[in-house]
């Protein structure tokens, strides 16, 4: 039974690896602090102490930009943050096409 539940297991990672089609990258060193972001969209955007804003859950890169997989139906909410970026340091990318939506 062990063996099925890790099987079971495997598979659900997967299937929601797979079903994060969009990957959102903040240049957080370029970032003002406007808050915008966290205004739009607060249950994926923070404000850090340092004044600038934080992805929820993010990893960060050793540029110390941050980059978060989302899902599709997360996708509208953080497209938004990102419209509402004055300076533009949100990006967006469609994993499954490499297309950079902004
Ligand atoms: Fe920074 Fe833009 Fe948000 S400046 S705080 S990422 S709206």
Same mark, same amino acid.
């Given at each position: 039974?062990?063996?099925?539940?890790?099987?079971?297991?495997?598979?659900?990672?997967?299937?929601?690896?797979?079903?994060? *089609?969009?990957?959102?990258?903040?240049?957080?060193?370029?970032?003002?602090?406007?808050?915008?972001?966290?205004?739009?969209?607060?249950?994926?955007?923070?404000?850090?102490?340092?004044?600038?804003?934080?992805?929820?859950?993010?990893?960060?890169?050793?540029?110390?930009?941050?980059?978060?997989?989302?899902?599709?139906?997360?996708?509208?909410?953080? *497209?938004?943050?990102?419209?509402?970026?004055?300076?533009?340091?949100?990006?967006?990318?469609?994993?499954?096409?490499?297309?950079?939506?902004?």
């Amino acid at each position: 039974m062990a063996d099925e539940n890790q099987i079971t297991q495997t598979v659900n990672e997967q299937s929601q690896q797979s079903s994060k *089609k969009y990957k959102i990258e903040h240049d957080r060193p370029n970032c003002i602090g406007c808050a915008a972001c966290a205004a739009v969209a607060p249950d994926f955007w923070t404000m850090h102490e340092d004044g600038k804003s934080d992805i929820v859950g993010c990893k960060t890169r050793d540029d110390e930009w941050e980059e978060l997989d989302i899902e599709e139906k997360n996708y509208q909410v953080n *497209k938004e943050a990102a419209d509402s970026c004055p300076v533009n340091v949100i990006h967006i990318t469609n994993k499954e096409t490499g297309e950079k939506i902004i």
